[in-house]
């Protein structure tokens, strides 16, 4: 069984642990020529820790950039898997290896190429929540930021395969018109758990406040169509990636908000805009890939140097092609 923090800090009997615990990953990080990337969605004591905080793109693109050889990426594995493709040379280390995600296990480049099969000639389109071995497979990675300039830098009259988040491929579907768009019915089981009714509720009761939704979300649907019937001002209605909720955060008027992604974002939103109340639509929508980065596994990653992340040459080169061209079209930013 992992050891718990308390155990982890047995030699710092006597310091506050939270103190001790903090003073050692810095100093280890500083041995190690380490930066330590955090995921919106981590824990509160992570995000806090991190050099820089951000959504997945924006980590990947810090990890390519940094000075430092090491990079800790305290997130789910396909994006330090990303990190690792934007910056081969460098040492990418995920605190626990079996922070997975549901979105990127919907499919398998096996079943991707045997989509493509279907549709000879399709430009494939993925979400960056894929593994590194679907992205070897795909034309052009998206973000939820870029997503729709994506799919329309592709001529009209080719197919596109786009997956594999079903609702961020209905946001994109109905913004591009496109009747050529095949959306694979993947979801994430935290954003899928967000739902309309629940959606609907929450703005009938809280008339005012803003609503940032993440357009991975069960309810981004519900949102739009509140919007579109008056029930609530389209004005309000936001639907935002994770990085673009920071700077929207820092802009709105609204004294409330109500926020449709995985809880770990409340932390960052509340930072970025500590006068504003943030609630979330859906308090238990919590991943629990995101939460295996624990302080106690932060640590042992930089005692022990693990769990190293590797993504074979091959798959490498081809999965950056596909990322480069993303990072090329559209906002800069996004992600989850
Ligand atoms: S919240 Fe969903 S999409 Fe994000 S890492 Fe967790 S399982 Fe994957």
């Given at each position: 069984?992992?050891?718990?923090?308390?155990?982890?800090?047995?030699?710092?009997?006597?310091?506050?642990?939270?103190?001790?615990?903090?003073?050692?990953?810095?100093?280890?990080?500083?041995?190690?020529?380490?930066?330590?990337?955090?995921?919106?969605?981590?824990?509160p004591?992570?995000?806090?820790?991190?050099?820089?905080?951000?959504?997945?793109?924006?980590?990947?693109?810090?990890?390519?950039?940094?000075?430092a050889?090491?990079?800790?990426?305290?997130?789910?594995?396909f994006?330090?898997?990303?990190?690792?493709?934007?910056?081969?040379?460098?040492?990418?280390?995920?605190?626990?290896?079996?922070?997975?995600?549901?979105?990127?296990?919907?499919?398998t480049?096996?079943?991707?190429?045997?989509?493509?099969?279907?549709?000879?000639?399709?430009?494939?389109?993925?979400?960056?929540?894929?593994?590194?071995d679907?992205?070897?497979?795909t034309?052009?990675?998206?973000?939820?930021?870029?997503?729709?300039?994506?799919?329309r830098?592709?001529?009209?009259?080719?197919?596109?395969?786009?997956?594999?988040?079903?609702?961020?491929?209905?946001?994109?579907?109905?913004?591009?018109?496109?009747?050529?768009?095949?959306?694979?019915?993947g979801?994430?089981?935290?954003?899928?758990?967000?739902?309309?009714?629940?959606?609907?509720?929450?703005?009938?009761?809280?008339?005012?406040?803003?609503?940032f939704?993440?357009?991975?979300?069960?309810?981004?649907?519900?949102?739009?169509?509140?919007?579109?019937e008056?029930?609530?001002?389209?004005?309000?209605?936001?639907?935002?990636?994770?990085?673009?909720?920071?700077?929207?955060?820092?802009?709105?008027?609204?004294?409330?908000?109500?926020?449709?992604?995985?809880?770990?974002?409340?932390?960052?939103?509340?930072?970025?805009?500590?006068?504003?109340?943030?609630?979330?639509?859906?308090?238990?929508?919590?991943?629990r890939?995101?939460?295996?980065?624990?302080?106690?596994a932060?640590?042992?990653?930089?005692?022990?140097?693990?769990?190293?992340?590797h993504?074979?040459v091959?798959?490498?080169?081809?999965?950056?092609?596909?990322?480069?061209?993303?990072?090329?079209?559209?906002?800069?930013?996004?992600?989850?």
């Amino acid at each position: 069984m992992a050891a718990t923090l308390e155990e982890d800090l047995t030699p710092y009997t006597g310091v506050d642990p939270d103190s001790a615990w903090r003073d050692e990953v810095r100093r280890l990080a500083k041995e190690r020529d380490a930066v330590l990337l955090a995921h919106n969605y981590q824990l509160p004591e992570i995000q806090d820790i991190a050099d820089h905080t951000g959504d997945s793109l924006a980590l990947s693109r810090i990890a390519a950039a940094s000075d430092a050889s090491t990079i800790i990426f305290c997130g789910v594995h396909f994006m330090a898997e990303t990190a690792k493709i934007l910056a081969p040379e460098k040492t990418v280390l995920i605190p626990d290896a079996r922070a997975g995600c549901s979105l990127a296990d919907s499919i398998t480049a096996d079943q991707l190429r045997e989509w493509k099969a279907e549709h000879p000639g399709a430009v494939v389109v993925s979400y960056v929540n894929t593994t590194a071995d679907v992205k070897a497979e795909t034309d052009i990675c998206c973000t939820s930021s870029n997503a729709v300039d994506v799919v329309r830098s592709i001529p009209a009259d080719q197919e596109v395969l786009f997956l594999p988040d079903q609702f961020l491929g209905a946001h994109v579907k109905r913004e591009t018109g496109r009747d050529n768009l095949h959306i694979w019915a993947g979801e994430c089981h935290v954003h899928a758990g967000i739902n309309g009714p629940e959606l609907a509720e929450r703005a009938a009761a809280n008339p005012d406040a803003d609503l940032f939704i993440h357009p991975e979300c069960g309810c981004a649907t519900s949102a739009l169509y509140l919007a579109g019937e008056g029930i609530v001002p389209s004005a309000q209605v936001k639907i935002l990636s994770t990085g673009d909720m920071v700077t929207q955060a820092r802009a709105t008027s609204a004294k409330s908000v109500l926020v449709a992604t995985e809880i770990g974002m409340l932390h960052q939103l509340r930072r970025a805009a500590p006068e504003i109340e943030f609630s979330a639509v859906n308090d238990r929508a919590s991943c629990r890939y995101m939460k295996m980065i624990t302080p106690a596994a932060l640590l042992r990653a930089l005692r022990e140097n693990k769990d190293e992340v590797h993504v074979d040459v091959e798959t490498a080169a081809r999965a950056r092609g596909a990322v480069q061209r993303m990072i090329e079209i559209g906002k800069p930013g996004g992600g989850e």
